[in-house]
């Protein structure tokens, strides 16, 4: 680089490295912010797009999460009410059921007694009919 050595001797070629390369240093970063902000502003901006989408994404996820589990806790409280009809249409049946086994049995027990009674009834008049033989 170029620089002023003194006032008497001109224009000369400095030596000196640290300020040679603080110099080249600031001209490249100047070159770079000149035509990379632009670079750097795009890559910035599809950052951003991406990120925003990506927010928007889980942002949907989570509401159609959401969606789901109340379906989800809508169609257990209808499962609860189904379950509790069907134990209480369980219970009548059973009880309807145990109420015709119990009239079944009642019914049989009158046709036993009635057949028992008849058994007897022609068990005596056997009874009184060889009686009535053996007499005459």
Known sequence: MFTLVSDRQGFGINTNILETNVLNLGVVVAILVFFGKDILRDSLQTRKAAIL??????FEKKQQAF??????????????????????????LAKQNSEKILQNMQERLKRLEETKNFSIRFEEEKAIMEVVRYVI
Do not use: H, P, T, Y
């Open 67 to 92: 969606d789901n589990l109340n379906n989800a806790l809508v169609q257990f409280e209808s499962s609860k009410i189904k379950a509790n009809e069907i134990r209480s249409q369980g219970i009548i």
């Open 53 to 58: 989408k990506n927010m928007q994404d889980s």
